[in-house]
């Protein structure tokens, strides 16, 4: 799959997201557990390492979101929701992890960054290099073996992405 697919994508789960957030019906929930299942696929295959647990709480969340399904009313659309919300709780920092890349990849070659005067470009860049490099070793070094874990494999490497995005955003401004 290419990058713009994955972007694409990408911002297809985040809209659904933002439409589960208003009052949801069963058919919004429906589409957002279809995002949920196509995002846990991508970044499945994108990031082996976690997609046994991706997989394994979707897995653990279909018998209760079928049953949902099946009945009518508000309380089939919270227990959806509640499906729904437990599959985002793994995936949301993941996701986070993508966009934060991807954001210090288009800062790095931005023209408002790019325009301020070389050493500061020179060091902001380095300091993105060398927390991307952190941030990738951090999630090509996890194995983990529970949710817990990944969670905190995934929080660290979104720490890195952070602290090499700053300097970037500041140029920006």
Same mark, same amino acid.
């Given at each position: 799959?290419?990058?713009?697919?994955?972007?694409?994508?990408?911002?297809?789960?985040?809209?659904?997201?933002?439409?589960?957030?208003?009052?949801?019906?069963?058919?919004?929930?429906?589409?957002?557990?279809?995002?949920?299942?196509?995002?846990?696929?991508? @970044?499945?295959?994108?990031?082996?390492?976690?997609?046994?647990? @991706?997989?394994?709480?979707?897995?653990?969340?279909? +018998?209760?979101?079928?049953?949902? %399904?099946?009945?009518? !009313?508000?309380?089939?659309?919270?227990?959806?929701?509640?499906?729904? +919300?437990?599959?985002?709780? /793994?995936? !949301?920092?993941?996701?986070?992890?993508?966009?934060?890349?991807?954001?210090?990849? %288009?800062?790095?070659?931005?023209?408002?960054?790019? %325009?301020?005067?070389?050493? %500061?470009?020179?060091?902001?860049?380095?300091?993105?290099?060398?927390?991307?490099?952190?941030?990738?070793?951090?999630?090509?070094?996890?194995?983990?073996?529970?949710?817990?874990?990944?969670?905190?494999?995934?929080?660290?490497?979104? !720490?890195?992405?952070?602290?090499?995005?700053?300097?970037?955003?500041? /140029?920006?401004?």
């Amino acid at each position: 799959m290419n990058f713009r697919s994955q972007r694409m994508l990408l911002a297809a789960t985040m809209a659904v997201f933002a439409l589960s957030a208003c009052k949801a019906s069963k058919e919004d929930e429906l589409k957002a557990w279809t995002a949920n299942g196509a995002a846990v696929t991508t @970044l499945g295959a994108k990031y082996p390492q976690f997609a046994a647990l @991706l997989k394994a709480r979707v897995a653990s969340q279909q +018998k209760a979101f079928d049953a949902a %399904k099946a009945k009518e !009313g508000k309380e089939a659309v919270a227990a959806m929701g509640a499906a729904n +919300k437990s599959v985002r709780a /793994l995936l !949301g920092p993941l996701q986070t992890y993508e966009r934060k890349r991807e954001r210090i990849i %288009k800062l790095y070659n931005d023209y408002k960054v790019r %325009k301020n005067k070389g050493h %500061k470009v020179r060091n902001a860049r380095d300091k993105a290099d060398k927390k991307l490099k952190q941030a990738a070793e951090v999630i090509l070094a996890a194995k983990p073996a529970n949710d817990a874990e990944m969670l905190t494999a995934l929080s660290q490497a979104n !720490g890195y992405l952070r602290e090499g995005l700053q300097p970037l955003e500041r /140029l920006q401004r």
